[in-house]
């Protein structure tokens, strides 16, 4: 029990053998990135027409979805946590605020809260402008991007609310008890002993989140944010090539995402104690 | 002489379960009281009412000259009331020294050095000075608690609360932990102990205290408690000691 290796049997590979030579620790999927990265550049340089000017038309458009995956993943990871702690709040108003945002966000489909943000809210805004009358609310225009990022953040937040209440809650009582009876505040148990634990049980689905959302972000294409789908479209929708087009925007959705779950499982390994 | 903890007819429920049924206590300075009774007799729940974990219903409790009844006053008694776990409760993503040190630094507001100098000291105390860099589950059970009971004493606290210290642990590691609190209790530490390591009890306990549904049945010196002839006393006693 006391003394235990240093290195973890396989070192988190999916298949290990043990005394198995170098062949064994091939990962299969960096094996799978490298062949949809393979794929691409295949389709890139041997047929330049029209997979390479595919690639050229979208290349803003990778940067929107990332832009707009990133941002507001920083948000959602924010409004996750305080819904989380919401949620599992002895404050009743707190907590009910808290329910009421997650049950009512997750019972909306994400394509029509979008269409929502973009089209009912700037509506709604400039009519309480024009009831209170300040010029400012009154001349009030959705930004795509803005309304993007509020929407996916508002949407996503509710699923991270529940990610963090539940990782908060599967740490033991009796860590919290412990840190509590050497003095800490409920806050400082929290801080130090609580979250700091939640964290590692979390990661996995806040990982999925992340890859969740970068394939979501898609949608964000109705609201007039030209993001790599819209991008794709609007390329279809001057050379007639659905084929070409569709497949080269997958195979650049698949990159991402498979590039993305290999960061999720190195910072997983790297937030395991040992154990 | 004023008691270090005084607990006046305090009553306990948990939704309909009336867990204390008007417990009155005192525990003086450097005494050490063990509580035993039955499972469900609110020996751990009185235990926890003395450092708050537990909100009692009704009565008083005082550690310290510090009436529990205001919620400011329960941070400063804590800090004064150091608690040891059945199940050790050791903060997991901590090495052994941060778990000593990390309450010291944060609460008691001392520095790094400082606290893991203080932290350092106890490990040798209590013969572990070798897990400093050690995770807690690459301990024992019985270093795990070791390491729990420094970690209390880390704060200096004036008492020391134990919720069945060793009950969780294989029989060949129980001694190792009751060693470690004889030393305590020769030292003088006003300890009160739910144990039934009946031992223990007679080489340090200065009263025993039977507790069942709630109310204390009986309270003696060790020797003349388990020696008693109150009923209900003997019938507990025949169980845990012919187990």
Redesign the interface.
């Known amino acids: ?2 003394e ?1 290796p240093k290195t973890r049997p396989g070192g988190g590979k999916l298949f290990y053998i043990p005394g198995g030579d170098t062949f064994t620790r091939i990962d299969p999927w960096w094996g799978l990135v490298a062949l949809v990265v393979v794929a691409a550049v295949v389709l890139v340089t041997v047929w330049p027409d029209p997979f390479w000017n595919i690639l050229v038309f979208v290349r803003g458009g990778i940067i929107v979805t990332v832009s707009i995956t990133v941002i507001s993943f920083i948000f959602i990871m924010v409004l996750g946590l305080l819904g989380g702690l919401g949620r599992l709040s002895r404050n009743r108003v707190l907590r009910g605020f808290a329910s009421l945002y997650v049950e009512l966000v997750r019972g909306v489909p994400l394509l029509v809260q979008l269409i929502w943000w973009y089209f009912a809210f700037p509506v709604m805004i400039q009519a309480v402008g024009k009831w209170l009358d300040f010029s400012f609310m009154i001349e009030y225009q959705a930004n795509p991007i803005a309304t993007a990022i509020i929407g996916l953040t508002v949407c996503y937040g509710a699923y991270m609310s529940e990610i963090c209440r539940a990782g908060i809650q599967s740490i ?1 009582k ?2 919290m ?9 409920h806050f ?1 148990a929290m801080r ?2 609580i979250l ?2 939640s964290i ?1 049980v979390i990661l996995p689905p806040v990982g999925n989140e992340f890859i969740a959302l970068l394939k979501d972000s898609s949608l964000v294409s109705v609201v007039a944010v030209a993001d790599l789908t819209r991008r794709g479209r609007e390329f279809m929708a001057t050379h007639f090539n659905p084929i070409e087009v569709w497949t080269m925007v997958a195979l650049i959705y698949l990159v991402m995402t498979l590039l993305s779950a290999r960061g999720v499982s190195w910072l997983e390994k790297k937030n395991r ?3 | 002489m004023e008691p270090i903890i005084h607990i006046e007819n305090v009553h306990k429920h948990f939704g309909r379960v009336h867990a204390l049924r008007g417990i009155s206590l005192d525990v003086y300075k450097g005494e050490v009281v063990v509580i035993i009774g039955p499972s469900g007799s609110g020996k751990s729940t009185l235990l926890r009412c003395i450092n708050h974990l537990e909100e009692y219903n009704e009565g008083r409790i005082v550690v310290d000259s510090t009436p529990l009844d205001d919620t400011k006053n329960i941070n400063v008694v804590r800090q004064e009331v150091g608690m040891v776990f059945q199940s050790f409760n050791l903060f997991s993503h901590l090495r052994v020294i941060d778990n000593l040190a990390l309450a010291q630094r944060i609460v008691r507001r001392r520095t790094r050095e400082e606290a893991e100098k203080i932290a350092t000291d106890l490990l040798v105390k209590v013969g572990i000075p070798d897990k400093a860099q050690a995770y807690p589950v690459q301990l024992s059970g019985g270093q795990q608690q070791r390491v729990a009971i420094a970690r209390a004493l880390a704060m200096n606290p004036k008492i020391m609360l134990f919720d069945e210290p060793t009950s969780a642990l294989d029989p060949e590691m129980i001694k190792e932990v009751l060693d470690v609190m004889l030393a305590l209790a020769k030292e003088g530490m006003t300890m009160v102990v739910v144990s039934h390591e009946m031992g223990f009890a007679r080489a340090a306990g200065d009263r025993m205290i039977l507790m069942d549904e709630g109310q204390i049945v009986e309270e003696a010196t060790p020797d003349k408690l388990l020696t008693s002839s109150h009923e209900r006393t003997k019938q507990f006693l025949s169980k845990v000691l012919n187990l």
């Open positions: 029990m006391a235990k033991p009796g860590q008890e412990a840190a509590r009876s050497l003095g800490m505040s400082q130090y002993i700091p634990q590692r104690f040992e154990e």
